[in-house]
């Protein structure tokens, strides 16, 4: 028989960085008999372990999917996220299991739970060579011809250039074509957070954690195995602020005041991004979270 989308049911844990999502949604996966679906832009590629917070070791046996899944040279679209994670989702739910999807990506996170109709627009290199090559301003002035949202993570260079390459492609505007949701779960969202202030304290303690646990040499050993500094600053955050450091464009003492700002900034646009998200159900604790679950489970 045939399950109705009342019947596929997935639990999302959703919130800004630094707010222990992954360790709750473990902790969770284990206890309700899940498996997690990541839905972290960058956990996705391989080699981005610390800057990513992948924290692999606290798995154990639990069985994950869609981290760790491509090299970092490799320019991930938003649809293929979404048709792999699709396929997860439903491997996980004919195993009668329940999946988890965990991350702070909106994009990742939306276009699953909301099952957003992406428009299908293939990699131009001509195009992108072109867009590369203008300035930060004059691709956002472009980009917002097309009327992005507001929330658009305008500092995110290869964003930018991806959408504007679909709008241009496909000769519609991306952002009123993903508004045709058909979503193909039901699910739960429960959201984690603290006050911007707590969240900037918990980011200046993760930034000693990366830099003690090597996150220098990390970036270090990307660029010596073939990725350029051009898509290390794609990739951006910690993984931007530490190769300018590494091409000596900046002390180690900037870097580490440029790593906790930008950091604090991204976190704040997330939370901009997930308060207008009214189907959110902000948790406080796991004891919280387990009753949530068991509500919608049964």
């Known amino acids: 028989m045939k399950q109705s989308i009342e019947d596929k049911k997935i639990i999302a844990i959703v919130g800004p960085t630094s707010c222990s999502k992954t360790k709750i949604a473990i902790n969770l996966a284990k206890k309700f008999n899940g498996e997690i679906v990541g839905a972290d832009s960058r956990q996705i590629y391989k080699g981005l372990d ?101 929330n658009f993570d305008f500092n995110n260079p290869r964003r930018v250039i991806r959408a504007i390459e679909i709008c241009i492609q496909t000769g519609s ?50 660029k010596d195995n073939g990725l350029s500094w051009q898509r290390l600053d794609e990739i951006g955050l910690e993984y931007r602020y530490v190769s300018y450091y590494l091409q000596g464009k900046i002390d ?20 901009t991004w997930f308060k207008k998200d009214k189907r959110i159900i902000w948790i406080k604790n796991r004891k919280e979270a387990q009753e949530k679950i068991r509500n919608f489970l049964s």
Request: a positive charge; glycine letters at 6%; hydrophobic letters at 35%.
């Open 50 to 150: 610390i800057g990513t917070g992948k924290d692999l070791e606290e798995y154990g046996d639990l069985p994950y999917h869609l981290i760790d899944i491509v090299k970092p040279d490799y320019r991930y679209s938003l649809a293929q996220y979404q048709n792999r994670a699709y396929k997860a989702i439903d491997s996980i739910l004919k195993k009668q299991k329940i999946p988890f999807l965990v991350g702070g990506s909106g994009l990742y996170l939306n276009s699953v739970l909301n099952g957003i109709s992406l428009p299908k627009a293939k990699p131009n290199q001509k195009l992108r060579k072109k867009l590369q090559n203008m300035q930060d301003k004059e691709r956002i002035k472009l980009l917002k011809s097309y009327n992005p949202p507001r």
């Open 173 to 222: 505007k991306i952002f009123k074509i993903a508004n045709k949701n058909q979503p193909r779960y039901n699910s739960l969202v429960l959201g984690k957070t603290f006050p911007i202030n707590q969240i900037r304290e918990r980011i200046k303690k993760r930034v000693d954690k990366w830099m003690n646990q090597g996150l220098v040499q990390e970036v270090k050993e990307l």
């Open 252 to 271: 180690y003492k900037t870097l580490i005041d440029k790593l906790i700002i930008a950091t604090g900034q991204y976190a704040k646009r997330q939370i």
